[in-house]
Nanobody, 124 residues
């Protein structure tokens, strides 16, 4: 069982930046993928970004492309999400996820492990 722990969330003003981190207790598999999803109150879960364990093939949701950057540090079993130019509509709980096969992938059901989430609030 792989445990994921997110950190780095908080309150930030419009236009500001935050960097989320997600540490995995172990690698899910020899080849794997990591992703970020978010869910705002009353809204469906939304894909944010995903990356292969190699750091390549990053995918982004339309609403964050060009503002967010996902990266991975295999030595630390950690995936990051650098969020710039934040908007109030980015306010949500952000979840880290890990999948036990080569990726990346966009669909939540492709992921095997999930973190508890970290709150990001962007004030206007």
């Amino acid at each position: 069982q792989v445990q994921l722990v997110e950190s780095g969330g908080g309150l930030v003003e419009r236009g500001g930046s935050l960097k989320l981190s997600c540490v995995a207790s172990a690698r899910p598999a020899t080849t794997y993928a990591m992703g970020w999803f978010r869910q705002a109150p009353g809204k469906k879960q939304e894909f944010v970004a995903a990356v292969s364990y190699t750091g390549g093939g990053a995918l982004y949701g339309d609403s964050v492309r060009g503002r967010f950057t996902i990266s991975i540090d295999n030595a630390k079993n950690t995936v990051y999400l650098q969020m710039n130019k934040l908007k109030p509509e980015d306010t949500a709980v952000y979840y880290c996820a890990a999948g036990s096969r080569s990726g990346p992938y966009l669909v939540p059901s492709d992921y095997d492990y999930w973190g508890q989430g970290t709150q990001v609030t962007v004030s206007s």
